[in-house]
């Protein structure tokens, strides 16, 4: 009995559609989550010419506030990034980079 219920929870979390949410002005997002990573890396580091690359080159942009997106991987407990698809292109953003608060 507890098997089966567990395997319904699991199947029904596996299920959840994902979630719209809306984006907060002035957060970078990138392509790809190693992008995204990296101009954090390079923000500790002072790279400015490097970090201007990423956006200059098209890999990264910086969000304008109040425009919905389709969170596909949610930053979870301890996650700090956020997956989300706006206009058919997938992103990732930091978890301040959308508000999680507006249903």
């Given at each position: 009995m507890k098997r089966t219920a567990a395997m319904i929870l699991v199947s029904f979390l596996m299920a959840t559609p994902s979630l719209a949410q809306v984006t907060v002005e002035g957060h970078p997002a990138c392509e790809k989550k190693k992008w995204f990573l990296e101009i954090h890396e390079l923000i500790i580091k002072k790279k400015k010419r490097k970090f201007r690359n990423y956006f200059d080159t098209g890999k990264c942009i910086?969000?304008?506030?109040?425009?919905?997106?389709?969170?596909?991987?949610?930053?979870?407990?301890?996650?700090?990034?956020?997956?989300?698809?706006?206009?058919?292109?997938?992103?990732?953003?930091?978890?301040?980079?959308?508000?999680?608060?507006?249903?």
């Amino acid at each position: 009995m507890k098997r089966t219920a567990a395997m319904i929870l699991v199947s029904f979390l596996m299920a959840t559609p994902s979630l719209a949410q809306v984006t907060v002005e002035g957060h970078p997002a990138c392509e790809k989550k190693k992008w995204f990573l990296e101009i954090h890396e390079l923000i500790i580091k002072k790279k400015k010419r490097k970090f201007r690359n990423y956006f200059d080159t098209g890999k990264c942009i910086i969000l304008r506030g109040g425009k919905k997106v389709e969170v596909t991987e949610k930053p979870g407990f301890f996650g700090k990034t956020t997956e989300f698809v706006f206009d058919g292109k997938k992103y990732w953003t930091d978890n301040k980079g959308i508000d999680f608060t507006i249903k």
